[in-house]
Each structure stands twice: as structure tokens, then as C-alpha cells.
């Protein structure tokens, strides 16, 4: 099967003498098969997908920003355009600005920990071996778990009486903290749980990265007189850029939109929201409380936070990662 | 290079990961005890062994662990193998196309990889119940294809800009139409990213809790996640139970993950080394 057959029907062939031919020039033909050509390109190869993103993703965005500038609430029609009213109202609102503080605490600690803690274990796990896949497979296994499961589990953990306190009874402490009750450790608690999860993340990836360094600058290094400190700051640490980058901007999205686990251990809890973050707060009182005007207003901050915060932390560490 | 402790570096390992496995094993040790030995001891080993919890569960009579997993299998499935497909090709539409409207379509939608569902879950209850979606399962697997295709748009192109324009312009010139190009050429060279993007939205989409729960709604039937956190709500007591549902619901997630590790450290890696 070849196209040759088509081709001269497709040039037209120019009529004897130069004379131009009557009808649709050639050109302009060709021209609007060739977009008729790509429209239907477009349509069969990207539409489906533009659309459903459009209808699913784009639509409810600017839906948001218009919902947030009016008084929406199902139960109270009709809904009336308030301006910026909802925003002024937010920042002054101590419980938005205490989703604020627990959500900017909590993004710092899921942001943190792992990536430290993963590329020590990394750093300990950079052997081959079948020794060494076990344990990362160990580590990785939380990852792919649900975090409602994890949730349960751990506040089985934490229980005031849980196998933690247990232990630490055992070990002599008298008055263990109840971790998820009190109001002074919950947050922490939570964010220790969500660490201990996404630790396994962070040591695939910078093993990954580890990879990537080649053994004979190591040496080279080596040679010079570097110790494994030295050598670590020297040479890995920088050739580990883009994994920190990877993990910082995964990490930082995660944690941004942390729900499930609020939901499931602590509900916002204990106290007043002492553990409620905004993603949380955005759910509870657009679609339990039912003012979708004003949770709109708090999904629109989060988004440009969460937007702004992402592009700075790409700006900084793409511009520290280095070409072999 | 050689280390002057060569002995430190396998037992601090083991130690670690063993700690860290701890929690992990509460639900092997609680799943099969019995139901008023767990808030007792937690911790001890299940000896000797029953699977009371696990039948308790399967014979339920609102059987809500058929329920969750008929509804998590079929949104699963569906959601994956329409993601799959819709974000190779239009993938491959981004990646081959030169014009500034597809440039901007791309970032358009990677864009959409950082936008967190709370943003967007009202204003989608909204367009669900517009369309009479809402609360059902198609309405689920429509959002999910909308929420995740960026995803897969950005692993598909990455790969796709790696292979070379000559293997599909060369079938072009012999004749083939452009859909044929793209199943008989371009679709089994994309192997490797079709597979990152089936597995990873395979885990994602059987974990996710916040949009089966605000989208499937209360009513509506579960999933998985959505019948764990029903259940520990009705059951405040019994964890013999809810540590069942949980081992249930995890388990074929684990089974996939075991016979597919490789996959998974590899899809996850792509962009750590290239940078």
C-alpha cells in the first residue's frame, strides 16, 4: 500500500500554458486539508484527554475562584457576589491562621525528615547485594501502602495504652505522653507517622542518585587525601542535586495536602485544631458546613501557596544541580 | 575503597530496618488473634493463629468487603487502562508537536501534577451532579482520568522525546495513517513508560481515600479505604475486624508490588539519574 496514487490528485497538476486552474486554487486547498488534517489530529490524539482535564481539572479552578468571590452556600440561595469579601474575612479568621501555622509546621517536618533520614539510609543501603534489596524493599513497603491503613495502624500504635507506651512503661517512664490526645504532640505525632511513610520514597530515589556517581572520582578524591566526609560534601552530596529535588518537590506537594491522615487519626483534633490543616479545613466547611463561598476563598490561598512554594523550591534546587 | 568496619554496616541496617518495621507487623499479629486478646496485647504473636477476623469479615452481612473490592477493582482497572491510553497519545501529540500551542498545552497541564484535590473536590461534586455522575462509579473513573492525566502526559512525553522521530516518519512515508503509526510503531516502543504509568496510577488510584470518599459518597457504596474508615467507625471496639478489612484491602496491592518491584524502583528513578 503506498499513497503514490494520491499524490497527483493532491498536486493538481498545472493546466497547459500556465494558465491558472478555475475553482479552488491548489493551494488554498491544500492548505485547508492540511488543516482539516491536523484538526483531526488534535481531535483523535489529544481531545480526549484535554477535555477530560478541562471538565475535571480547569473548569472546577475557575469555578473555585468565582465561588470564592461570591456568598455560595447550597442551603442559602441565592448566591450574591461579595467581592473580595471572603479573603478579608480569612486572614483575620484565627482559625484559618491556625490551618496556616499547622499546616506551614507540618510541610516543614514531611519536607525535612525524610529527605534526611532517607539519604542516611541510602547512604547505609549503597551496597549490592541481596542483603541490602531486602532492606530497601523493607523500607519502600510503607510507600505503596494506603494511607488510610497506615493511619489505623499507627493509632493503634499510639494508643494511650498502645504497644508504645507499653514498652516505654516497661523501660521505667511512669507518664508517657498520650501522643495523639494531647493537644502539645499531635501535630508531631502525625507528622512523625507521615515521615515514617514516605522515608521509604526518598532512600529509592537518592539510591538512585548514588548510582549516578562515578566510583572514579570517589577515588580520585580519595587519593587526594579526602576523608569520607570530605568526599561525601565534596563530590556526592553535589551529584545528589537533582534527587534532592525530586524528593523536596514531592515531599513539599504531599505534605501540602495532607487530609487523610487528619481525618482518619485525629479528625482536627484534640482542641481546636490543633491538627487541622487547610486542605482539611477546605473540605470541612465546604462540604460539611456547607459554606462553599468561604472554603473556595481558603482552596484559592492554598493553591497559590502550594503554587508559589513549589516554583521557589524548583527555582533553588534546579540551579544547584551540575552537568557531568 | 575499603571500609575499617566492615561488620557495623549490615547490623546497623538490620537493627534499623527492623525497627522501622515494627509497625508493619501489628497487622500480621493482630489479624490473626483473636478479637478480645488485641486491645489486651497488642503486640504479642498471634499463637496460636485463628482466621475468625478474616471469615467475620468475608461473611458479613452488609458484605461490605465484596462491596469495597468489586468497586475498587473496577474504578482501578477502568481508571488505569483509559489513563493509559488517552496520556500515551496525547503524550505523543505534545512531544512531536512544534507549535507554541502545545508548549503551552503541556505546561498547562503539568501544571495540574501539583493541584491538590481539595481544590478542586466542590466545584467537581458540582459539574458530577450537573452531569447525574455524581455518587457513582463512572463518575469516580471520569474524575480520575481528568485528575491524573498530567501524570501521565508527563512521564509519556519525557520518554517519548527520547526515542527517535525516524522509526514513525518512516512509516508515514510508506503510507500508514497516523493512528496506525502510533499502535503498530510508536505504542510498543512506549513499553517501559506505559508500564511507570499503569503501576503507579494502579497504587495511587486503589489507595486514594479523599476522592472515593467525597465523590462515591457516604451512601454510595465503598472501596477499599472508604470501608476501612467506615469500619472503624462502627466498630470502635472491634479491631479484630478492622485489622482484617486492612490486611484484605492490602493485599493485593502488595502481592502487585511484590512481583513488579523492579517496575516501580525503575519508574521511580527515571528522573533521579537523568536530572
Known amino acids: ?324 | 575503597m575499603t571500609e575499617r568496619l566492615p561488620w557495623l554496616r549490615p547490623i546497623v541496617a538490620l537493627v534499623l530496618s527492623a525497627l522501622f518495621f515494627v509497625p508493619l507487623y501489628l497487622v500480621p499479629a493482630n489479624v490473626f488473634k483473636p478479637g478480645d486478646q488485641i486491645s489486651a496485647s497488642p503486640a504479642s504473636p498471634p499463637w496460636p493463629p485463628t482466621l475468625d477476623n478474616i471469615t467475620a469479615v468475608l461473611s458479613r452481612p452488609d458484605n461490605l468487603f465484596w462491596v469495597s473490592l468489586a468497586n475498587s477493582v473496577i474504578v482501578t482497572a477502568v481508571s488505569v487502562v483509559v489513563l493509559t491510553v488517552l496520556s500515551a497519545m496525547l503524550g505523543h501529540y505534545l512531544a512531536r508537536s512544534r507549535s507554541p500551542w502545545a508548549t503551552a498545552l503541556t505546561l498547562v497541564l503539568l501544571a495540574g501534577l501539583m493541584i491538590p484535590p481539595q481544590v478542586i473536590l466542590i466545584p467537581v461534586t458540582e459539574v458530577l451532579k450537573a452531569t447525574e455522575l455524581m455518587a457513582t462509579v463512572p463518575g469516580l473513573v471520569l474524575f480520575n482520568v481528568g485528575y491524573y492525566v498530567p501524570f501521565g502526559v508527563f512521564v509519556f512525553t519525557g520518554f517519548i522525546r527520547g526515542i527517535p522521530i525516524e522509526l514513525e516518519e518512516a512509516a508515514f512515508l510508506d503510507g500508514a495513517r497516523r493512528t496506525q503509526v502510533f499502535w503498530r510503531v510508536v505504542f510498543p516502543l512506549l513499553r517501559p513508560a506505559s508500564a511507570s504509568v499503569l503501576i503507579f496510577l494502579g497504587v495511587w488510584i486503589w489507595n486514594d481515600f479523599i476522592n472515593p470518599l467525597v465523590i462515591l459518597g457516604p451512601g454510595r457504596g465503598t472501596t477499599v479505604t472508604t470501608g476501612v474508615y467506615r469500619s472503624i467507625g462502627q466498630y470502635q471496639t472491634d479491631f479484630g475486624s478492622v485489622f482484617a478489612l486492612m490486611f484484605l484491602a492490602t493485599l493485593p496491592v502488595l502481592v502487585f508490588y511484590l512481583a513488579l518491584q523492579k517496575h516501580f524502583v525503575k519508574g521511580l528513578t527515571g528522573g533521579a539519574t537523568k536530572g
Open chain 1, 1 to 324: 500500500m503506498t499513497t503514490h496514487t494520491e499524490l497527483p490528485a493532491g498536486r493538481a497538476p498545472t493546466a497547459p500554458g500556465g494558465g491558472r486552474t478555475t475553482g479552488t486554487p491548489p493551494a488554498r486547498r491544500r492548505r485547508r486539508g492540511a488543516i482539516r488534517d491536523r484538526l483531526a489530529h488534535f481531535g483523535i490524539f489529544a481531545a480526549p484527554g484535554v477535555l477530560t482535564y478541562a471538565c475535571f481539572v480547569v473548569a472546577p479552578i475557575v469555578l473555585s475562584v468565582y465561588y470564592s468571590l461570591t456568598n455560595a452556600n447550597p442551603f442559602r440561595p441565592p448566591r450574591r457576589w461579595v467581592g473580595l469579601d471572603n479573603y478579608t474575612a480569612l486572614v483575620q479568621d484565627p482559625e484559618f491562621l491556625t490551618a496556616l501555622r499547622v499546616t506551614t509546621i507540618l510541610t516543614l517536618i514531611v519536607v525535612i525528615v525524610p529527605n534526611v533520614g532517607g539519604l542516611l539510609v541510602a547512604l547505609l543501603l549503597d551496597k549490592r547485594g541481596r542483603f541490602y534489596n531486602a532492606m530497601r524493599s523493607v523500607f519502600f513497603t510503607p510507600v505503596i501502602l494506603s494511607s488510610v491503613v497506615v493511619s489505623v495502624i499507627w493509632t493503634r500504635l499510639l494508643d494511650v495504652d498502645g504497644p508504645l507506651n507499653r514498652a516505654l512503661r516497661a523501660l521505667g517512664v511512669d507518664d508517657p505522653p498520650a501522643w495523639l490526645s494531647d493537644p502539645d504532640f499531635a501535630l508531631y505525632s502525625v507528622a512523625s507517622i507521615i515521615s515514617w511513610q514516605m522515608i521509604g520514597f526518598c532512600v529509592v530515589v537518592y539510591l538512585a542518585g548514588l548510582q549516578g556517581v562515578p566510583v572514579e572520582l570517589q577515588e580520585a578524591a580519595a587519593l587526594d587525601g579526602a576523608g569520607p566526609v570530605r568526599r561525601f560534601r565534596a563530590v556526592t552530596w553535589p551529584l545528589l542535586a537533582p534527587a534532592l529535588t525530586i524528593n523536596t518537590v514531592v515531599l513539599l506537594i504531599s505534605a501540602f495536602k495532607t487530609y487523610d491522615y487528619i481525618k482518619v487519626i485525629t479528625n482536627g483534633g484534640p482542641g481546636a485544631g490543633t491538627t487541622a490543616t487547610i486542605a482539611f479545613n477546605v473540605l470541612q466547611t465546604g462540604l460539611d458546613g456547607n459554606h462553599v463561598g468561604y472554603a473556595s476563598a481558603m482552596a484559592v490561598l492554598m493553591l497559590v501557596i502550594v503554587g508559589v512554594a513549589t516554583a521557589v523550591a524548583l527555582k533553588i534546587l534546579r540551579g544547584r544541580e551540575v552537568d557531568l
